[in-house]
């Protein structure tokens, strides 16, 4: 009994001396990380003058801890750019290897314009610039162009570690009111890398749901010398998306034709001459349009500031946007109860093409549009301060006699040759675009189909005094 009553009895002690040898190593875990954490946010709030908040830690291991929670928000302002859920920070130790690993779960990270023209990411990049490097010019550190432009300068002098970000259940926001865009990737998965000693980022893939399709991209950010800015390389692909208002007038900088549905020509006058129809009345107010948007881009530019990102950006892409579907609502939609159309929806029109950009433009040499059979042609540019010209006629094959036989049954039906479709240009800008036309050809097409109008009404007059009585099977809703 008494051999068995010491080791109870030691068994116990080492039982408690156990416990509190957990609970100072747990503290000292919980103390470390803590440190860590405090030391993190110090550095990153010097770094780039923004507030860092990070919640709660939970050791999880010698050099591993979770952050329950995190937020950078830029001064004067309340939203944070950055939001997490939580953060898992690994890193190395007993010396081997240098990089450190960060999971972000469930990140949110919102790149709004603000009225001043900045985005808050890139402002705190800017900073951190200007805080690593004290030589900077002073205008640098007030002019807004250049905390617009990306301009984080050279290659930091104390290079931080390698990073290696892995991206789980993520979001990413774009707000820009001056191209009328607001984007939203949701379940963003991907993995990207700090390069420290070569000062790289690089987002290697990632990939999320925008508009019930899916967008795929990834990015690399290089200073490859110490006094030439920094180069940005992006390349991004859409699959199945379907396009929303916001998209539908991006799409508008390289192919006006999907936001100049509102416009109408004018046919009077001695110059060519354009006018709007009145907003009630705009099919972008008064419809709904559905389709599927696939499309890949690619870009690259370097430079310092504004002016040189914008000089040397070059790039090229292609899209798909078919088919393009409406539905009519509002306005429209009574018009077509008014009018006797049971159907107020259906497929419209189709659009793909591939367009170069370089100096400052957007150059689209061949846009195949197709309305219902007819198949048209676009070409023009689109100027980075929003200058658009374009012309759309018919392809040069088809003047020579070779249309489908889809457009070719539908000019023949109404009696009109192709070059009797006269070719018109969309002028102004890309937000309000117009549509210009010579009156004299607007006219003689609006003579003909007036003309083939009425001979296929009273065709269908003279059918129907000629319908037999018995004849059940004859639908006099249909103009033959």
Request: with cysteine; net charge neutral.
């Amino acid at each position: 009994m008494c051999g068995r009553d010491r080791v109870v009895k030691w068994a116990g002690r080492a039982g408690v001396a156990g416990l509190l040898i957990f609970g100072v190593g747990y503290g000292a875990l919980v103390w470390i990380a803590t440190v860590a954490r405090d030391r993190i946010a110090r550095q990153l709030e010097d770094q780039t003058g923004h507030r860092v908040e990070l919640g709660r830690v939970i050791p999880w291991g010698l050099g591993t801890f979770w952050v329950q929670g995190a937020a950078v928000t830029a001064p004067r302002t309340d939203t944070p750019w950055f939001v997490a859920d939580s953060i898992r920070f690994e890193r190395p130790t007993l010396g081997f290897g240098s990089q450190v690993k960060l999971t972000l779960n469930h990140p949110t990270m919102r790149f709004h314009r603000r009225p001043d023209g900045c985005y808050d990411p890139t402002d705190a990049l800017a900073q951190s610039h200007q805080r690593r490097a004290p030589s900077a010019s002073p205008r640098a550190a007030v002019d807004g162009s250049s905390v617009v432009s990306f301009e984080v300068g050279r290659t930091p002098p104390n290079p931080l570690d390698d990073v290696y970000l892995e991206i789980r259940h993520g979001v990413v926001e774009w707000r820009d009111p001056d191209v009328q865009l607001d984007v939203r990737v949701e379940e963003v998965e991907g993995v990207a890398f700090w390069l420290g000693s070569s000062s790289t980022v690089v987002v290697q893939e990632a990939q999320g749901r925008l508009a019930d399709g899916q967008a795929r991209f990834a990015v690399q950010v290089h200073a490859p010398k110490r006094d030439q800015g920094w180069t940005l390389e992006g390349q991004l692909q859409l699959r199945r998306v379907n396009p929303t208002p916001s998209l539908i007038k991006l799409l508008g900088r390289v192919a006006p034709v999907v936001t100049v549905s509102g416009e109408v020509p004018a046919i009077s006058g001695p110059a060519p001459q354009a006018h709007s129809v009145p907003k009630s009345l705009d099919p972008i107010e008064s419809a709904r349009l559905f389709g599927r948007l696939q499309g890949e881009l690619y870009l690259e530019t370097r430079g310092r500031d504004r002016r040189e990102l914008l000089d040397s950006l070059r790039g090229q892409g292609r899209f798909r946007l078919d088919p393009i579907e409406w539905e009519a609502v509002g306005p429209l939609a009574q018009l077509a109860d008014e009018l006797g159309i049971s159907s107020k929806k259906g497929r419209i029109a189709s659009l793909l093409g591939c367009f170069e950009v370089e100096r400052r433009a957007v150059r689209s040499d061949r846009l195949e549009l197709t309305l219902g059979p007819l198949p048209l042609e676009m070409t023009g540019v689109t100027q980075f301060d929003g200058a658009i010209d374009f012309v759309v006629a018919l392809p040069g094959s088809t003047r020579l006699g070779r249309l489908n036989p889809a457009a070719s049954e539908w000019l023949k039906s109404i009696r009109l040759e192709p070059d009797a479709l006269p070719a018109a240009r969309i002028v102004g800008r890309y937000d309000q675009p117009r549509i210009e036309c010579d009156p004299d050809a607007l006219k003689t097409l609006g003579r003909r189909l007036e003309t083939e109008l009425i001979r296929k009404l009273e065709q269908r007059q003279r059918d129907r005094l000629a319908r037999p009585e018995s004849d059940a099977s004859w639908d006099d809703t249909r103009i033959r």
